[in-house]
């Protein structure tokens, strides 16, 4: 079964990092493509980032500069290492898998909560 | 503001046929893959279809889609209670290099 689990989620003051990770289990992690998708209170989806299965990397405009991902195959983990981080960033954290034939997103964690506030 | 636009909320009885679309632009719908998630309240969003009609293992046939040039569809067939929920559609947006997803669209169940 596969399971996604986020995690390091908190209140964090502006201008405060946070580090979520991703723990992954049944399937062979470093195949599929990986992204985090946020949401906030009462709003639709938006897309944060993705890392490929060779570690290409990409980010929305509003974390670009600010927000790393990455990922561990050998800990079957992944991560967003979140800077700078301001009110706007408030949000549930997903992540989520890829299909194998990188057309949707097809697994997802439950999520994990950011909150930044002072 | 969405890159992908829908509708913010559809409505139609039980049993009955919804559409929900997603419009966009050359850049994304018209040249990429389209997927579509239902979120129920309070949970993570699932996968209901993608690439061209997809479905993960343990979607029923009662959810399909379509795509025409920018604009995509899902439609929803012999509708239930438990079908209200958010539904978002999704893509690659080829110019801005991001996945991009709309707005969303509650459904009511009437």
């Known amino acids: ?118 | 503001q969405s890159v992908l636009t829908q509708p913010p909320s559809v409505s139609a009885a039980p049993g009955q046929k919804v559409t929900i679309s997603c419009s966009g632009s050359n850049s994304n719908i018209a040249n990429n893959y389209v997927s579509w998630y239902q979120q129920l309240p309070g949970t993570a969003p699932r996968l209901l279809t993608y690439d061209n009609g997809k479905r993960p293992s343990g979607i029923p046939d009662r959810f399909s889609d379509s795509k025409s040039g920018t604009s995509a569809t899902l439609v929803i067939t012999g509708l239930q209670t438990g079908d209200e929920a958010d539904y978002y559609c999704g893509t690659w947006d080829s110019r801005l290099n991001v996945v991009v997803f709309g707005g969303g669209t509650k459904l009511t169940v009437l």
């Open chain 1, 1 to 118: 079964e596969v399971q996604l689990v986020e995690s390091g989620g908190g209140l964090v003051q502006p201008g405060g990092s946070l580090r979520l990770s991703c723990a992954a289990s049944g399937f062979t992690f470093s195949s599929y493509d990986m992204h985090w998708v946020r949401q906030a209170t009462g709003k639709g989806l938006e897309w944060v980032s993705y890392i490929g299965t060779a570690g290409d990397t990409y980010y929305s405009d509003s974390v670009k500069g600010r927000f790393t991902i990455s990922r561990e195959n050998a800990k079957n983990s992944l991560y967003l290492q979140m800077d700078s981080l301001r009110a706007g960033d408030t949000a549930v954290y997903y992540c989520a898998r890829s299909t194998i034939t990188r057309k949707g997103l097809e697994y997802w964690g439950q999520g994990t909560l950011v909150t930044v506030s002072s």
